[in-house]
């Protein structure tokens, strides 16, 4: 049996159970499935293919209740999510690809280094990756630099989100779940002819509902709500035997009352005890709602909500010459943003406002052409052209409790008395806009030199120009002319103005070499180089000693990834067990990453900086297996060791942050955000009930162990290892419909997601906790 997890014009070739006999059906649910995959832009076995690569179809995604990326990193341990709010998100795989862990660290100037791809089209912005899944064929996760093919700053890997096409026959399917904390989710999916055998169409659709998990003990309302909805539309239309089009659209939409954090502890600084949060919050007679992060309490007084909607149309046209396929991938993408934040995280009338209301459009083209058959001889080459622009509005706006906890009681030498007003009111309104243009052409050449061992080599010469430009004003406050005020309230918000510019042209590519060794064992051997342009800085510029903006940060340097990595594919006991392994080595020079000035009085400025040299090294095994009929299991393991090689100024930790701290070196110290050990665990198994259908269990397990939640590595910002389990038992008819009682994180595990320092290094760190235990139940039908 044969499951075809290619692109939309991959035809499963499976066939459905009443068009088996019992034994042949018996037989093939005894085997683990053969995965067609297109990671290489064309059809290929997935266990051929030298590549690391894991594949979660949609049947696993909708058994296990996975509706986004942050669940599917449940399922695959090497891919790491952190989102504080959909602005600020980052997925990573081996560790590499984004720093973003804290509200207000996204910057508009930088890419992330892993691609994510929905039907070959590739989205910019990471927050799109926060939208729920709808109708998802399969996912692929290709860990390590996919630059020659996928390109566009792949440097860590690529995700890339395949959908259900549209199909020839009637089909449709839609099932309702409700469960606790009032969650509901409704998807919906129909698809037929609309002229036989020439067009399709098919439409999907998706609801979630959830109250907060958080509660607000200052207004009595439930916060970090879900309130998602999505809708897909496509055609596909076969003009003749060898040409094809799929027209898609879709729209999707998240709006929250949403994103804050809790208390979760106090660290200490080298600052005077009477600027850190002990002295500061006795001297307001303030305390936290609760000192217990899952008690899940937060008193924040200013206005929280997200309002984010992204979609697009794209084309894909595919022309069958017979030696070869030619595709064309046209496509057109927006994502708006607006959000307000109480990002001082209290009770407290610190800040008021903060936002940056955002617009991105952007428009790809792709051609390619790839060989058809299994020749001794493969290819794919093509050309590429990508074009972003984002305009962003920062709003910040502070209130009468900021001058006491972010400046403080004087200011200047001689010390000058700051008025408890001075920073009332006062704010900043701005403009930025940042654009970029890639240009790229490609190309990989497969040669079987013998029946068994293969030689691949591919080269990508990627040119990319990037234009910011960043305008803010400052006004309100108390109104003075003494210069020590003066010169503190610009401490906390300075008007900037400045342009960027970058232009950058690289060459990347990967060379491999595999063996066949024979029909269940394939090993191969690879080198890749990774390419990912530069950044400019669009939130602005952190300042010097003289409190001036320091012109020279607006502008990173190149990213430049160099991966070595082993594998070895098995099918064993014949085909009821596969086991993949994969060891590998990465070494990165100028990483960029995003980072707080930890000398600022605002420590939440996040802007753009190089890491000389970071390296990560690690070994990950996969293993499915199908013992028995209707059982099917599945395990994964990630050992990954990332350190700053080289970093001798980096951030300081809040430990080591004083009145005159100005870089700490952070060589050899751990990579931020990266767990040293990552498993899952699986399991499917489905019973036979008579002639009436079958009695389904899933259960799914995730671990993770401790890792750095800040690139300073203080150790308040260590985030413990946790594990979390889902499980799902129901009843699927043989008339098609399902009932099923699931439960989100079973045992009701307690763990941080992310973590955020406080505005002002007053020493108070703040997290996202776990979402509580969901039991629920779900009613489905498919025809």
Same mark, same amino acid.
């Given at each position: 049996?044969?499951?075809?997890?290619?692109?939309?014009?991959?035809?499963?070739?499976?066939?459905? %159970?009443?068009?088996?006999?019992? /034994?042949?059906?018996?037989?093939?649910?005894?085997?683990?499935?053969?995965? +067609?995959?297109?990671?290489?832009?064309?059809?290929?076995?997935?266990?051929?293919?030298?590549?690391?690569?894991?594949?979660?179809?949609?049947?696993?995604?909708?058994?296990?209740?996975?509706?986004?990326?942050?669940?599917?990193?449940?399922?695959?341990?090497?891919?790491?999510?952190?989102?504080?709010?959909?602005?600020?998100?980052?997925?990573?795989?081996?560790?590499?690809?984004?720093?973003?862990?804290?509200?207000?660290?996204?910057?508009?100037?930088?890419?992330?280094?892993?691609?994510?791809?929905?039907?070959?089209?590739?989205?910019?912005?990471?927050?799109?990756?926060?939208?729920?899944?709808?109708?998802? /064929?399969?996912?692929?996760?290709?860990?390590?630099?996919?630059?020659?093919?996928?390109?566009?700053?792949?440097?860590?890997?690529?995700?890339?989100? &395949?959908? %259900?096409?549209?199909?020839?026959?009637?089909?449709?399917?839609?099932?309702?779940?409700?469960?606790?904390?009032?969650?509901?989710?409704?998807?919906?999916?129909?698809?037929?002819? +609309?002229?036989?055998?020439?067009?399709? #169409?098919?439409?999907?659709?998706?609801?979630?509902?959830?109250?907060?998990?958080? %509660?607000?003990?200052?207004?009595?309302?439930?916060?970090?709500?879900?309130?998602?909805?999505?809708?897909?539309?496509?055609?596909?239309?076969?003009?003749?035997?060898?040409?094809?089009?799929?027209?898609?659209?879709?729209?999707?939409?998240?709006?929250?009352?949403?994103?804050?954090?809790?208390?979760?502890?106090?660290?200490?600084?080298?600052?005077?005890?009477?600027?850190?949060?002990?002295?500061?919050?006795?001297?307001?007679?303030?305390?936290?709602?609760?000192?217990?992060?899952?008690?899940?309490?937060?008193?924040?007084?200013?206005?929280?909500?997200?309002?984010?909607? /992204?979609?697009?149309?794209?084309?894909?046209?595919?022309?069958?010459?017979?030696?070869?396929?030619?595709?064309?991938?046209?496509?057109?993408? #927006?994502?708006?943003?607006?959000?307000?934040?109480?990002?001082?995280?209290?009770?407290?009338?610190?800040?008021?406002?903060?936002? &940056?209301?955002?617009?991105?459009?952007?428009?790809?083209?792709?051609?390619?052409?790839?060989?058809?058959?299994?020749?001794?001889?493969?290819?794919?080459?093509?050309?590429?052209?990508?074009?972003?622009?984002?305009?962003?509005?920062?709003?910040?706006?502070?209130?009468?409790?900021?001058?006491?906890?972010?400046?403080?009681?004087?200011?200047?030498?001689?010390?000058?008395?700051?008025?408890?007003?001075?920073?009332?009111?006062?704010?900043?309104?701005?403009?930025?806009?940042?654009?970029?243009?890639?240009?790229?052409?490609?190309?990989?050449?497969?040669?079987?030199?013998?029946?068994?061992?293969?030689?691949?080599?591919?080269?990508?010469?990627?040119? /990319?120009?990037?234009?910011?430009?960043?305008?803010?004003?400052?006004?309100?406050?108390?109104?003075?002319?003494?210069?020590?005020?003066?010169?503190?309230?610009?401490?906390?918000?300075?008007?900037?103005?400045?342009?960027?510019?970058?232009?950058?042209?690289?060459?990347?590519?990967?060379?491999?070499?595999?063996?066949?060794?024979?029909?269940?064992?394939?090993? !191969?051997?690879? !080198?890749?180089?990774?390419?990912?342009?530069?950044?400019?800085?669009?939130?602005?510029?952190?300042?010097?000693?003289?409190?001036?903006?320091?012109?020279?940060?607006?502008?990173?340097?190149?990213?430049?990834?160099?991966?070595?990595?082993?594998?070895?594919?098995?099918?064993?006991?014949?085909?009821?067990?596969?086991?993949?392994?994969?060891?590998?080595?990465?070494?990165?020079?100028? #990483?960029?990453?995003?980072?707080?000035?930890?000398?600022? *009085?605002?420590?939440?400025?996040?802007?753009?900086?190089?890491?000389?040299?970071?390296?990560?090294?690690?070994?990950?095994?996969?293993?499915?297996?199908?013992?028995?009929?209707?059982?099917?299991?599945?395990?994964?393991?990630?050992?990954?060791?990332?350190?700053?090689?080289? !970093?001798?100024?980096?951030?300081?930790?809040?430990?080591?942050?004083?009145?005159?701290?100005?870089?700490?070196? +952070?060589?050899?110290?751990?990579?931020?955000?990266?767990?040293?050990?990552?498993?899952?665990?699986?399991?499917?198994?489905?019973?036979?009930?008579?002639?009436?259908?079958?009695?389904?269990?899933?259960?799914?397990?995730?671990?993770?162990?401790?890792?750095?939640?800040?690139?300073?590595?203080?150790?308040?910002?260590?985030?413990?290892?946790?594990?979390? *389990?889902?499980?799902?038992?129901?009843?699927?008819?043989?008339?098609?419909?399902?009932?099923?009682?699931?439960?989100?994180?079973?045992?009701?595990?307690?763990?941080?997601?992310?973590?955020?320092?406080?505005?002002?290094?007053?020493?108070?760190?703040?997290?996202?906790?776990?979402?509580?235990?969901?039991?629920?139940?779900?009613?489905? #039908?498919?025809?």
């Amino acid at each position: 049996m044969k499951i075809a997890l290619g692109a939309a014009l991959v035809i499963a070739s499976a066939l459905p %159970r009443s068009a088996m006999g019992a /034994e042949e059906m018996g037989d093939a649910a005894q085997r683990v499935p053969e995965i +067609l995959v297109m990671a290489r832009r064309r059809v290929e076995d997935v266990q051929a293919v030298p590549a690391a690569i894991s594949v979660v179809d949609g049947d696993l995604i909708e058994r296990s209740y996975t509706v986004n990326t942050a669940q599917l990193s449940l399922l695959v341990p090497s891919l790491n999510y952190s989102s504080a709010n959909p602005r600020n998100t980052a997925f990573t795989i081996r560790g590499l690809g984004s720093s973003v862990v804290a509200v207000s660290q996204a910057n508009d100037g930088l890419e992330p280094g892993v691609g994510f791809y929905v039907d070959q089209v590739y989205h910019a912005r990471p927050a799109t990756a926060a939208f729920d899944f709808v109708d998802i /064929e399969r996912i692929e996760v290709l860990r390590g630099p996919q630059g020659t093919l996928f390109g566009k700053n792949t440097t860590a890997g690529a995700i890339h989100i &395949i959908t %259900r096409a549209p199909t020839f026959d009637w089909q449709a399917q839609g099932e309702a779940s409700y469960g606790g904390y009032n969650f509901f989710q409704a998807r919906a999916a129909i698809s037929g002819p +609309l002229v036989a055998d020439k067009l399709a #169409f098919r439409v999907s659709g998706l609801a979630t509902r959830r109250d907060g998990v958080l %509660r607000n003990v200052t207004n009595g309302t439930d916060q970090n709500t879900l309130n998602n909805e999505s809708v897909r539309g496509q055609l596909l239309w076969k003009a003749s035997d060898a040409l094809t089009f799929r027209l898609k659209g879709d729209w999707s939409n998240f709006k929250n009352e949403c994103c804050t954090q809790v208390y979760l502890r106090v660290g200490t600084s080298l600052r005077p005890a009477a600027r850190q949060f002990p002295a500061l919050a006795a001297g307001l007679g303030y305390s936290p709602p609760s000192l217990n992060a899952y008690d899940r309490l937060t008193d924040i007084d200013a206005k929280l909500a997200v309002d984010t909607n /992204e979609g697009g149309v794209s084309l894909v046209t595919d022309l069958d010459l017979g030696y070869a396929t030619v595709t064309a991938v046209t496509a057109w993408r #927006f994502w708006n943003w607006n959000a307000a934040n109480d990002r001082d995280y209290t009770g407290l009338k610190i800040q008021l406002v903060q936002g &940056i209301p955002s617009r991105q459009d952007q428009i790809s083209q792709e051609f390619r052409m790839a060989s058809n058959g299994d020749g001794p001889l493969g290819y794919v080459w093509g050309l590429y052209y990508f074009r972003q622009v984002i305009t962003g509005r920062p709003i910040s706006i502070y209130g009468p409790t900021a001058a006491y906890w972010l400046i403080g009681p004087t200011t200047g030498t001689p010390p000058v008395a700051v008025p408890s007003n001075l920073l009332d009111g006062y704010g900043q309104d701005g403009r930025t806009r940042f654009s970029a243009d890639s240009y790229a052409a490609f190309g990989e050449v497969n040669l079987k030199a013998t029946d068994r061992l293969t030689l691949t080599g591919g080269l990508r010469y990627t040119i /990319e120009h990037k234009v910011g430009d960043y305008a803010t004003t400052v006004s309100g406050g108390l109104q003075t002319t003494v210069p020590a005020l003066v010169n503190a309230k610009l401490s906390i918000l300075r008007p900037q103005t400045y342009g960027a510019r970058d232009a950058s042209g690289d060459l990347s590519g990967r060379g491999n070499i595999s063996y066949q060794v024979n029909d269940g064992i394939f090993a !191969y051997a690879s !080198y890749a180089r990774g390419f990912k342009s530069g950044g400019i800085n669009m939130s602005g510029l952190p300042l010097n000693a003289q409190n001036q903006p320091v012109l020279s940060t607006a502008v990173v340097r190149s990213e430049r990834n160099t991966t070595y990595e082993g594998g070895l594919k098995t099918d064993l006991f014949d085909r009821r067990l596969r086991v993949n392994l994969t060891g590998y080595y990465t070494e990165v020079r100028d #990483f960029q990453a995003t980072l707080v000035d930890s000398t600022q *009085t605002v420590a939440l400025r996040g802007y753009l900086s190089n890491i000389p040299k970071v390296t990560v090294k690690g070994f990950e095994a996969d293993a499915l297996a199908a013992p028995i009929v209707g059982l099917q299991l599945r395990a994964s393991v990630a050992y990954a060791n990332g350190k700053y090689a080289e !970093y001798p100024k980096g951030p300081c930790p809040l430990e080591l942050q004083g009145t005159a701290t100005t870089a700490c070196d +952070l060589t050899n110290g751990r990579l931020s955000g990266l767990p040293r050990w990552s498993a899952t665990l699986g399991g499917d198994y489905a019973l036979p009930v008579g002639s009436t259908g079958e009695l389904l269990v899933h259960t799914d397990t995730s671990w993770r162990s401790s890792y750095f939640g800040d690139p300073t590595l203080s150790k308040f910002t260590l985030i413990d290892g946790y594990n979390v *389990t889902n499980a799902s038992i129901g009843f699927r008819a043989a008339k098609g419909w399902t009932v099923t009682v699931f439960a989100r994180n079973l045992f009701n595990s307690n763990y941080i997601q992310n973590l955020t320092t406080q505005a002002g290094n007053s020493g108070l760190i703040l997290g996202t906790p776990s979402d509580p235990r969901i039991i629920g139940a779900t009613v489905g #039908f498919r025809i």
